[in-house]
């Protein structure tokens, strides 16, 4: 069994770790930080101690017991706590490394509990590279994308949406979805597209391409 002062000491190294990632996290203003983080590891870190003295206090009743099976809920358990941090804007989906990382540190928990130090602390040694170091080397060579709308009012035509749809498509734009209202006494069509503009895209370069469009009267760009 795991004594009372073992339980605390790992309780206290499992709080360490945990602030370090959530230090991190708290800094990039993430919806799960440096509070959530320790909680959270000090938490599966009691389990796992729990589920340790569990099975063997137990031991000579229950010969079948399993040390892990409380630990395994509590990774289990941890799907929920990640799923709220991750949150939705249109068609971006951002929070998923802040779930990754609580996952994560449940894990490391779990290892500080059994008794892993080494392991533990190697764990939270990545997981910090990945999420400074990699960070900033993944924002360096991979362009980032930024989301707006193209408005623009032309003729109504059979093709247009086709030709709009071409234009927008140069240089690797992605059309997510869009919108069309009609204008049947006027004949014109009011077209909205949801676009993805890869990083030092040149918003004056798309305007002129889109107003290039036979029929095309105005274009307007939207955030």
């Known amino acids: 069994m795991i004594s009372e002062t073992d339980i605390l000491l790992r309780l206290v190294i499992a709080a360490a770790l945990g602030t370090l990632v959530g230090l991190e996290r708290e800094r990039h203003d993430q919806p799960a930080g440096l509070r959530t983080h ?34 395994a809920q509590v990774v289990s358990g941890i799907g929920f706590l990640g799923a709220g941090a991750i949150l939705r804007y249109g068609t971006s989906v951002k929070g ?52 707006m709308h193209v408005i623009l009012l032309a003729s109504d035509r059979p093709d247009l949406v086709e030709h709009v749809r071409e234009r927008l498509k140069l240089r690797r734009r992605q059309v997510y979805s869009f919108s069309m209202e009609k204008d049947i006494d006027a004949g014109t069509v009011e077209l909205d597209f949801l676009v993805k503009l890869k990083a030092g895209d040149s918003i004056e370069d798309l305007v ?16």
């Open 38 to 71: 320790m909680i959270l590891v000090v938490g599966a870190t009691l389990a796992m101690c729990l589920s340790i003295n569990l099975a063997t206090g137990w031991a000579g009743d229950a010969p079948n017991g399993d040390p892990a099976r409380l630990a």
């Open 96 to 147: 998923l490394t802040t779930a990754a990382s609580l996952w994560t540190m449940a894990v490391v928990g779990l290892s500080v509990g059994a008794g892993h130090f080494l392991s533990a602390a190697a764990a939270t040694g990545l997981l910090l590279i990945i999420l400074s170091i990699i960070n900033r080397v993944e924002k360096r060579s991979i362009a980032s994308y930024g989301e």
């Open 208 to 223: 002129e391409e889109i107003a290039g469009v036979e029929g095309v009267r105005r274009v307007k760009i939207r955030e």
